[in-house]
């Protein structure tokens, strides 16, 4: 049974530029939830999405949007790339909105030059 | 506004000793609180979690306990293994449902 999976493991793009960022939840869950974890930090909430909307959002400026398909799997689209957007991207993914079987992927890993 | 905060970056235990990670929130509707264990090049994996109802939880060697007039918690490990040795990160929530609001992490080295 795969678990959470997400692509790209890491990326280069330079400031200015879009990137999309995809994860594939583990197998049952419904719900997708992206994280942001900037380098000494703990990850801090983007939103997350059920039944393929929008249902939680964190403080993140429009620039970051995301997507839920029918399958379940999600994307997150950063626009107008900054320096400050260099991180590591978590996605979990749970069963119906429930944080106790919350499972992270490995994460994708982002830096803005 | 950090409303989760592990004010201790390290922790080094000897392997079969007690460790003792620490955690401090300031948001009063937290009800929900979580302990993730994170090791290089992974995602973070759940350990165990309580709500406010409760003022302690155990799951094996993990014992979380809850401190609600103090706003505090913390995770205790017996005994404590190598394999601990990890980035240890509390988050609190609202509601089993909610976005989790995590802390700058803890990172544990259990020394044989």
């Known amino acids: 049974d795969a678990g959470v999976t997400q692509s790209p493991t890491h990326l280069i793009k330079t400031r200015g530029q879009q990137v999309t960022l995809r994860c594939s939840p583990k197998?049952?869950?419904?719900?997708v939830s992206w994280y942001q974890q900037a380098l000494g930090q703990g990850p801090q909430f983007i939103f997350q999405?059920?039944?393929?909307?929008?249902?939680q959002r964190g403080n993140f400026p429009d620039r970051f949007s995301g997507h839920q398909f029918p399958n379940y799997s999600s994307e997150l689209n950063v626009n107008a790339l900054l320096l400050g957007d260099s991180a590591l991207y978590l996605c979990?993914?749970?069963?119906?909105?429930?944080?106790?079987?919350?499972?992270f992927g490995p994460g994708t890993r982002l830096l803005v030059l | 506004d950090q409303q989760v905060k592990q004010n201790s970056p390290s922790l080094s235990v000897q392997e079969g000793r007690i460790s003792i990670l620490n955690c401090d929130y300031t948001?009063?509707?937290?009800?929900?609180f979580l302990w993730y264990k994170k090791y290089p090049a992974e995602g973070p994996t759940f350990l165990i979690s309580?709500?406010?109802?409760?003022d302690k939880n155990e799951d094996g060697r993990f014992t979380v306990f809850l401190n609600k007039s103090a706003k505090h918690l913390s995770l205790h490990i017996v005994p404590s293994q190598p394999g601990d040795s990890a980035v240890y990160f509390c988050?609190?929530?609202?509601?089993?449902?909610?976005?989790?609001?995590f802390g700058t992490g803890t990172r544990l080295q259990v020394t044989l």
């Open positions: 309580i709500s406010s109802i409760k």
């Open positions: 999405y059920y039944e393929e909307e929008e249902r």
């Open positions: 988050a609190a929530g609202t509601g089993t449902a909610s976005k989790l609001t």
């Open positions: 197998s049952g869950h419904d719900t």
């Open positions: 948001n009063s509707m937290f009800d929900y």
């Open positions: 979990a993914s749970s069963l119906d909105r429930r944080v106790e079987t919350q499972y």
